[in-house]
């Protein structure tokens, strides 16, 4: 009998990926999933979702979550603890610890990545109760150095911007920032303003991106040269004489030695242009464009921050707009991008190492009011340690226990085998994650805590703009699952802090972080959000997007900041900071003469813990791969679709080759998604240096000597199954979602032999096996077949198999195979009339490559009318630059035919 289920209604809630923060509407299925739609309402997307927001209904599985506290025994192995036994043995470990060896011994590593809440509560037990600052986050490898930028130009860690700066600018300069691809829903207001009112775009990358291939100008700059081309526009619009002397004068300090320092980097056009390796004329065209338009913004993202001169990168840019007046006002300023959903609430609790909470500092007398603010029992009372200094106090033995939350550093921090080699010292590890496998929790901890996921928890998050939003629960926790405050709670009262630990719901923390904020404020402090101390239950449950400062009485909203001045340093004044002389950390040498570049690919978030779950978003890269210049490739005698290891002197990793115009010679990139449980050796944070900002802390993720070499493969498969299997690490392989099951993508040099004995152990036991061996193509073909359905199969040869791909995903898809269907499939010629859709480029509406090779053909030129006959880049519109990019492939090959 068919139960019709009552349809919940939808939920408001936030997208738990990028800082943009777009809200989202959650309809509950009543099976565990949930619709997924833009929020109409949400001022940061109006409705409009990109590929991995709409996506998210696919990520709500239960199969890879951690759903019971488990305890590693001295076997080695896990058992399942009850609530009560865990938390008890967590809190006394870290009791005891900090007993034996003081509170230094023990530290937090968190994650932008936790609401506010969470976050707050982890903060509070750290710095107030436990009396150590060793608490820091991911947002260390993130935002550290904008964080220390505007600190240092500002006096506090202020964002002066709004998004609607992004509609109203004349002028958007993009600076290392992909946003095409990692804040897809800002980055289409962008390309909104450019075709509605004629913004123009500038892209400052080492990198044609996708982003770049939107902009008016693209400036491939030198890795790391941005101080210096920033540097030439103070010399320049000195020059020109078009500063603001009014706004210099009344509300700034420091503009001379900027200025002459500026003169010493880039004395001149040629001088800049010779560093930066860009054409003069270029720069001559960025310099007059942002000296001519009033309304100029300027986005920075991690080629800024990830960095060893991250923060003086960040001054050198926040100086231009400083010297123009261009702050505060309506499209201009100087405008820091977040990366995780709540990288910024993070920053309003505290959450990293080198400040204490509600923007406040370690000043005796900030620690004082906090302290008193808490009824703290032991203040920190200075900074604690950064991330990359953390790991390596716990690799030396000097911290004994840790607690990560909501991070991966064995995949994500720089030199990270070290990372894992240091965990197995720590007396104490504990982790609180929604999975149950990934590398962090594979180094071993003692206890795995199972936190609540999006969908499940309650809380609010702050995007970019500095817009507080609520995440909603729309489903049921599953198995013991909790709140990460609810965890960091009860270890706090379970170590003897019962009072400043009695919270009963995600609200009763808001307000006590609220009227943090507003303590003996009075103007202080640009994070004030006392308007929201006293919100009732339901009002917090019903609180709209909300801008801050939010603050208690009747104060006008202020929606950007610093347009009169008004900063937050001891004289009110900004301060115009003298970058050093830019240079990379390391030099490249024989042994290593690329610079290595890492970042993000479209469809996939981090670690890919959750966007690797759903099949729709692993279709556009479906592994891991290093983006090689021609002339490098050739060096290196490396193929298109070959393999390659790339190599530093931290470790190595071997990667599908792709030869792309859009790299720079001199340097390869490697996405930073792929991990020990996703491919067999791709985690490129093992191959990072772990060099560090000196005002940040913030490593330079970007720029690691590194070398590369040809891995020859004899023979390419491909597996799929219904059940997941464990493949060996000395073959080559990536691990992708489908619907129904898992796929392989393998390279190997075992013979055929080798893979027909291995192969039934891949499949259910009681599947019946059929072979074909197609001799004039050397390709076999394996299947096994269960109750009418396939169960899985292996094809392998020694050409690319991946046109059998969508065919073999097909057939797992299908409930019954008839003997014809499986003759054609064995005999690999059922795809013949099958349409194979090649790599899927819109997320979105699913649409591949064959598709748009057959529009283009029958006669769409541009994006539109692509778009008129497929959809394809309609929606999120961050697959726009790559149809533009194929149309312009295929009109230049039909004109051009070889
Ligand atoms: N799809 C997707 N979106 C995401 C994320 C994701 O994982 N996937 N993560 C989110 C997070 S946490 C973050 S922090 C953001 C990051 O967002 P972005 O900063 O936009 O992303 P990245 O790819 O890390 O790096 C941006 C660019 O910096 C360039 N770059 C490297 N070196 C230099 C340099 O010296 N100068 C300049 N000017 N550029 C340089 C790189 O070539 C790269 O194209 O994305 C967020 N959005
Ligand atoms: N080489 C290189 N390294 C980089 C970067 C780079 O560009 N290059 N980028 C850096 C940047 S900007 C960032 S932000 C980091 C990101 O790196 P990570 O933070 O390490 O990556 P994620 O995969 O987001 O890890 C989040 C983990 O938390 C879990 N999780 C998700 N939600 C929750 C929750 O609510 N509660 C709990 N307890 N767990 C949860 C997920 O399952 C996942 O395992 O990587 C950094 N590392
Ligand atoms: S742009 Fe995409 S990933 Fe970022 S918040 Fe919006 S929907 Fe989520
Ligand atoms: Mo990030």
Redesign the pocket.
């Known amino acids: 009998m068919n139960v019709q289920r009552p349809v919940a209604p939808a939920v408001r809630t936030t997208c738990p990926?990028?800082?943009v923060g777009c809200g989202v509407l959650a309809t509950p299925d009543g099976v565990g999933g949930a619709a997924i739609a833009g929020d109409p309402e949400h001022p940061a997307n109006f409705g409009r979702l990109c590929s991995?927001g709409l996506a998210l209904g696919e990520t709500l599985a239960l199969e890879t979550r951690l759903l019971h506290p488990m305890e590693r025994g001295s076997d080695g192995d896990y058992r399942r603890v009850d609530w009560d036994t865990a938390l008890d043995r967590v809190a006394n470990g870290f009791r005891s610890i900090v007993e034996r060896h003081g509170p230094d011994a023990v530290a937090f590593y968190l994650s932008g990545q936790l609401l506010t809440e969470d976050y707050y509560v982890a903060n509070k037990l750290m710095k107030g109760f436990i009396g150590s600052a060793n608490v820091d986050t991911n947002s260390r490898l993130?935002m550290a150095s904008s964080v220390a930028g505007h600190r240092r130009a500002f006096g506090a860690d202020t964002v002066p911007c709004n998004y609607e700066d992004i509609d109203e600018a004349d002028l958007i300069v993009l600076?290392?920032?992909?946003?095409a691809?990692?804040?897809p829903i800002l980055f289409q207001r962008m390309v909104r303003n450019r075709t509605e009112r004629g913004a123009k775009l500038i892209v400052?990358?080492?990198?044609r991106?996708s982003t770049a291939e939107e902009a008016d100008l693209f400036l491939p700059?030198e890795?790391?040269m941005?101080t210096v081309l920033f540097s030439g526009l103070l010399v320049h619009l000195a020059e020109k004489a078009v500063l603001d002397f009014d706004y210099i004068g009344r509300h700034t300090s420091g503009f001379e030695e900027a200025l002459l320092r500026a003169l010493e980097i880039a004395p001149g056009i040629a001088a800049v242009a010779a560093k930066t390796g860009l054409a003069v004329s270029d720069i001559e065209r960025f310099y007059s464009l942002f000296r001519d338009t009033r309304r100029v913004l300027t986005c920075f993202?991690?080629?800024?921050n990830q960095?060893a001169q991250g923060t003086d990168k960040a001054n050198a840019i926040i100086n231009c707009h400083l010297a123009t007046g261009r702050i505060g006002k309506t499209g201009a300023g100087p405008f820091s991008l977040t990366?995780?959903p709540n990288a910024m609430g993070g920053r309003e609790v505290g959450g990293l190492a080198n400040q204490l909470a509600a923007h406040m500092g370690f000043s005796p007398v900030e620690v004082d009011r906090v302290g008193r603010f808490w009824n703290a029992r032991a203040m920190a009372t200075g900074e604690g340690l950064k991330a990359v200094d953390m790991f390596d106090a716990i690799g030396r033995g000097k911290i004994k226990a840790l607690w990560v939350m909501a991070t991966n550093p064995a995949v994500s921090l720089p030199r990270a085998a070290a990372v894992r080699a240091a965990t197995a010292g720590l007396e104490l590890f504990v982790i609180s994650e929604n999975v149950r496998t990934n590398d962090t929790v594979n180094c071993g901890a003692h206890f795995l805590l199972p936190a609540a996921a999006w969908g499940e928890k309650d809380g609010t998050v702050t995007n970019s703009e500095r817009r507080i939003s609520r995440q909603r629960a729309f489903l049921p926790a599953p198995g013991d699952a909790k709140p990460d405050w609810w965890i960091v709670s009860e270890v706090g009262r379970r170590m003897g802090f019962a009072d400043a630990f009695p919270y009963a719901s995600a609200a009763d923390i808001f307000r006590e972080h609220a009227a943090l904020s507003a303590f003996e404020n009075n103007g202080t402090r640009d994070f004030d959000i006392g308007g929201l101390a006293a919100l009732s239950n339901s009002a917090f449950d019903a609180l709209k997007p909300t801008l801050w400062p939010f603050r208690a009485e009747g104060a006008k909203p202020t929606a950007r900041f610093f347009s009169k001045g008004g900063f937050f340093t001891a004289n009110g004044k900004a301060r115009f900071v003298a970058p050093e002389l830019p240079a990379l950390r390391e030099g490249t040498s024989e042994h290593f003469p690329l610079r290595l570049?890492t970042?993000?690919?479209?469809?996939?978030?981090?670690t890919m813990t959750r966007t690797g779950l759903s099949p729709r978003l692993g279709a556009h890269r479906p592994e891991p791969f290093v983006e090689v210049n021609a002339a490098d490739a050739r060096r290196a005698g490396l193929a298109e679709g070959g393999f390659a290891r790339v190599q530093t002197a931290h470790g190595a990793v071997i990667l599908r080759v792709k030869i792309a115009e859009a790299q720079r010679a001199g340097s390869v990139?490697v996405p930073i998604h792929w991990s020990d449980v996703t491919a067999s050796s791709a985690r490129v944070g093992d191959l990072v240096a772990p060099n560090t900002d000196p005002f940040s802390g913030q490593p330079e993720s970007?720029?690691t000597p590194a070398s590369i070499e040809p891995v020859p493969f004899e023979y390419r498969a491909i597996l799929i199954l219904r059940r997941d299997a464990v493949l060996a690490r000395d073959h080559w392989w990536s691990r992708v979602a489908f619907e129904d099951g898992t796929g392989y993508l393998i390279a190997t040099n075992d013979p055929l032999e080798k893979w027909r004995e291995r192969a039934p152990h891949f499949f259910e036991p009681r599947a019946e096996m059929a072979e074909y061996l197609d001799e004039r193509r050397g390709v076999l073909r394996l299947a096994a077949f269960l109750h009418g359905r396939l169960e899985g199969c292996l094809f392998m040869g020694r050409e690319e198999l991946t046109s059998q791909w969508d065919m073999a995903r097909s057939f797992l898809a299908a409930d019954a195979i008839d003997a014809n269907e499986r003759r054609l499939f064995l005999s690999g010629r059922s795809h013949e009339g099958m349409v194979n859709c090649g790599p899927l480029v819109c997320a979105c509406f699913g649409v591949g490559m064959t598709a748009i090779l057959n529009a283009i053909e029958s006669g769409a030129e541009d994006v539109e009318a692509v778009g008129k006959a497929l959809q394809a880049g309609t929606n999120c519109g961050s697959c726009r630059p790559e149809l533009k990019r194929i149309i312009a492939h295929e009109r230049d090959r039909v004109a051009d035919p070889v």
Not at 175 to 179: D, I, K, M
Not at 204 to 207: N, Q, Y
């Open positions: 990926y990028c800082g991995k993130c600076v290392g920032s992909n946003a691809w990692c804040h400052i990358d080492p990198r991106t700059v890795p790391g941005d993202s991690q080629g800024v960095s990366g995780q570049n970042g993000r690919v479209r469809d996939q978030w981090h990139f970007k720029a």
